[in-house]
Structures are given as structure tokens and as C-alpha cells.
């Protein structure tokens, strides 16, 4: 495992490797990423193997300017000028019509694209210094926790990768909203920008809910710890879990009351409890409002049991 600081040094490094065709894990705002050059066939079948992912998941292009969006999606909407003056770089994915170029792999043989500008200077730097866009997804094995820091990181992957980056505790700590403009403005993932945020930017109401053809890769159980995850309201004293409240035991993590906050521990702390081979891990629901969307559905697809 080469893991590194993000001095200038390492990353020029890392961008080389990159437009060598080699992998790394990056640092992004929101959580970890396995990076490959998304224009190498090769370094990006890498990625599909290394997770263990089904072909038809898309994964997301990670592009450093708006500018850049062009050399991927066939047409860019004004709409997305307006939601990257208000969004980007940062935790907001756009799914448009994709240009030719764009290899089937990246987007599992659909018509469309999902790009994003990351909010973290490595990143960044990584894409500019390396003249690439990164095909980036969560750096965990298909189905699993989202790493927010390095020692999350799944040993194979670790393994297997040229250079990981290591830029600290991310701090969004769950995975970007996911937009498709492709027609009337659809949210196909909940994240940290919420839906009331983008609907002001647009000015009006927009649906959620991809179909399953809109939305390959959302999965009903996902992000889900090894251990057996049971959504509460009511924990028992003695068992494991998150809670709001003072823990009762040592097993229990007490989460933050303010859902950016509770964002950021969210994966950590499941990792945390899962690697303690408790048989259930309980969370206490957070309150149904409009900032909790996002960690309700983590909560859930932690909670499914299939
Ligand atoms: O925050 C994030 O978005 C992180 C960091 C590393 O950037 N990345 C991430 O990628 O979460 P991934 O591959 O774990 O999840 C991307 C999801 C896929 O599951 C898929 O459902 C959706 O984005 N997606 C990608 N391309 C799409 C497309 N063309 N149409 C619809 N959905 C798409
Ligand atoms: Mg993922």
C-alpha cells in the first residue's frame, strides 16, 4: 500500500501514473475514489475489476472546469451554467447526453454521461496536472461503505493501486447528489446538495426517482457495512449502535445532531462498529426533514436486507 501526502511532488507523480493508464485512490470532498484516465479502455475495465462491479453501473467523469464538461456531454443546458455557479466544484453530479467519444464503458452502455467538478484541491490537481478527466467511483468493493478516510480503505483495493492519495477525513463524508438533466430535471441519488437547494437554483419543483433504466447502479441494500444494519427508533441499552443520545455502552457511537455533521461520521462510524463483529448494529432514525434526506437514504440502503 503507497500511500502519500499531497505535496505538488506526489501529485505531479500521480498524474503521471495516470495518463500512464495506472490507477490511484484520490481524495474528494465527498468521500474516497478510485481514479483511472476515463479515455484508457483498459485502466477503466480496471476499475469494473478491482470492485468487483456489474458492467451496466456507470460511473461518474470528473472534470476540473465547466469548460471541460463540453469535452464529454454532447450538449450542455444553460441550466448547468446556473447550478455551477451555485454548486461546482462540489458535491453535484449532472447526467447529460453523452458526445461520441465517450467510451461505453464509462457510462455502461447508455446514451447519457454523469460528470462532476470535486471539491478538493488534490483532485483537482491530479485532473488539471494530468490533462484528464477521471473516471472516479467510490473507492470500496461493489456494494460497501464508502471510504471517507484512508484506513477505511479495503485491502485489495489499497493493494492494487499504483499511489493513494491520503487528504485527510473527507468532509462531506457521503457521495455527490446525482442530476440527470437529460429531460425534466430528475435527482436519481440524494446527497449533501438537497433537493431544496437546487429547486432555488432552478426555480422550480423537480421530481426524484430515477426508473431503473434512468438509474442503473442504485441499489435497494447499498453502502451497507458486513454486519447486519436494523434502522430504530428506540435502542435497546445494550446493544450497538448510533445514537443521538449519551451512549449506554461502548458499543454505541453518539452521532452529531446536525446533518453535516452526522454526514461526515456516517461511514467512519458504521466502519467502526462493523469491524467490531457485533451480530447487529442498530440506528437510531434522525428526525424526516428536509437536511436528513440524503442520510435517510445511506440509513436505508444500510438497513436493506437485500
Ligand atoms: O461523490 C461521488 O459521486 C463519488 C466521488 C468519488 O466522486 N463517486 C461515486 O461514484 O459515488 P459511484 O460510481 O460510486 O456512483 C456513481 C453513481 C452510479 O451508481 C450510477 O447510478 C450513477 O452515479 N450514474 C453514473 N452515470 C450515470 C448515467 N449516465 N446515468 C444515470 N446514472 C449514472
Ligand atoms: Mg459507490
Not at 500512464?20 to 478510485?34: D, R, S
Not at 476499475?47 to 458492467?55: M, S, V, Y
Not at 442503473?216 to 445494550?238: N, V, W
Not at 469491524?275 to 448494529?281: A, C, P
Amino acid at each position: 500500500m503507497s500511500v502519500f501526502l499531497p505535496t505538488r511532488e506526489n501529485l505531479e507523480r500521480v498524474a503521471h501514473e495516470i495518463a500512464q493508464g495506472e490507477l490511484a485512490v484520490l481524495p474528494t470532498e465527498t468521500v474516497y475514489g478510485l481514479a483511472a484516465d476515463a479515455l484508457n479502455y483498459a485502466a477503466v475495465a480496471k476499475i469494473f475489476e478491482l470492485k468487483g462491479r456489474p458492467a451496466d453501473n456507470p460511473l461518474i467523469v470528473h472534470v476540473s472546469s465547466v469548460e471541460q464538461i463540453e469535452d464529454f456531454a454532447d450538449s450542455v443546458p444553460d441550466v448547468v451554467r446556473s447550478l455551477a455557479a451555485a454548486f461546482m466544484p462540489g458535491p453535484l453530479t449532472v447526467v447529460l447526453p453523452k458526445r461520441s467519444s465517450v467510451l461505453d464503458i464509462v457510462t455502461g452502455g447508455l446514451d447519457t454521461v454523469a460528470i462532476r467538478i470535486p471539491d478538493h484541491p488534490a483532485c483537482l490537481a491530479v485532473i488539471e496536472l494530468s490533462e484528464r478527466a477521471l473516471a472516479m467511483p467510490s473507492a470500496n468493493p461493489f456494494m460497501g461503505l464508502s471510504p471517507t478516510k484512508i484506513d477505511m480503505l479495503d485491502r485489495s483495493i489499497a493493494d492494487s493501486v499504483c499511489s493513494i492519495i491520503d487528504g485527510g477525513a473527507c468532509t462531506v463524508g457521503i457521495e455527490s447528489t446525482v442530476l440527470d438533466l437529460t429531460g425534466e430535471p430528475t435527482i436519481l441519488r440524494l446527497g449533501s446538495v438537497t433537493r431544496e437547494e437546487i429547486e432555488r437554483v432552478l426555480s422550480h419543483k423537480i421530481g426524484e426517482g430515477g426508473t431503473a433504466h434512468k438509474a442503473p447502479g442504485m441499489y435497494r441494500r447499498h453502502y451497507a457495512p458486513r454486519t447486519k444494519c436494523l434502522a430504530t427508533t428506540a435502542i435497546d441499552p445494550a446493544t450497538a449502535g448510533l445514537v443521538f443520545d449519551e451512549p449506554t455502552n461502548a458499543n454505541q457511537i453518539r452521532m452529531s445532531s446536525d446533518p453535516k455533521v452526522y454526514a461526515q461520521q456516517l461511514y467512519a462510524s458504521l466502519a467502526d462498529l462493523d469491524s467490531q463483529g457485533h451480530d447487529e448494529i442498530f440506528v437510531v432514525l434522525p428526525p424526516l426533514t428536509a437536511p436528513w434526506m440524503a442520510i435517510w437514504d445511506r440509513i436505508s440502503k444500510a438497513t436493506a436486507t437485500a
